[in-house]
């Protein structure tokens, strides 16, 4: 079956730090991945996607690449702020069906000033 | 152009009693999906519906839990005699077309049972 492992947190990182939160995955066929992210009480976004191997999803100074040979898709950012802080999910998707994905658990993201 | 809506956004129930929750999906989408999330996990799928079918309901509770999206009007999840355990965030997706390349997510709904 699918399945997607994410790096435990909770995750504390000072404002400007670099950011690195892992994520593999096992899969059937050839999945789309995603990373979402989640703000207090609110429902999810999406961050940044890639479709194929290699492609690199980037957005609001984020980025991971779609990592065939190691099945993953790390998700970097250079500088976090205070307003990163959020929780970060690691999606994948069987391109044959839109909205059912595969979730990791989540990883709780808070940077201090 | 507004997003998927789901309400109400925070419902609480007595054990036993029931619990209905509603999603909107955006305008022109005709495919849903019901997402759980239980607390300090990920969301897991329960179930898909295109208007008046069920197409994949493989992650629902055989028991309690059912979900429909009839013709005209949201989608609804109806959870009957709620338990403690049901209490969580229950997420609604929609998209335009089952090989569409996104689905938008609403805000959810929280479930607490007392």
Redesign the interface.
Known sequence: GNS?T?MEGPVTLSEEAFLTINCTYTATGYPSLFW?VQYPG?????LL?ATKADDKGSNKGFEATYRKETTSFHLEKGSVQVSDSAVY?CALRL????????????TTLTVKP | NAGVM?NPRHLVRRRGQEARLRCSPMKGHS???W?RQLP??????MV?LQKENII?ESGMPKERFSAEFPKEGPSILRIQQVVRGDSAAY?C????????????????TRLTVV
Do not use: M, P, R, W
């Open positions: 997607v994410q979402y609110e429902g999810l976004q999406l996607k999910f391109n044959t069906n839109a909205g059912k994905s595969t979730f990791g658990d989540g | 789901q495919h849903v999906y997402y300090e996990e990920g969301l897991k799928f898909y994949d997420f997706a929609s998209s335009l077309s089952q090989g569409a390349a996104e689905a938008f997510f609403g805000q959810g």
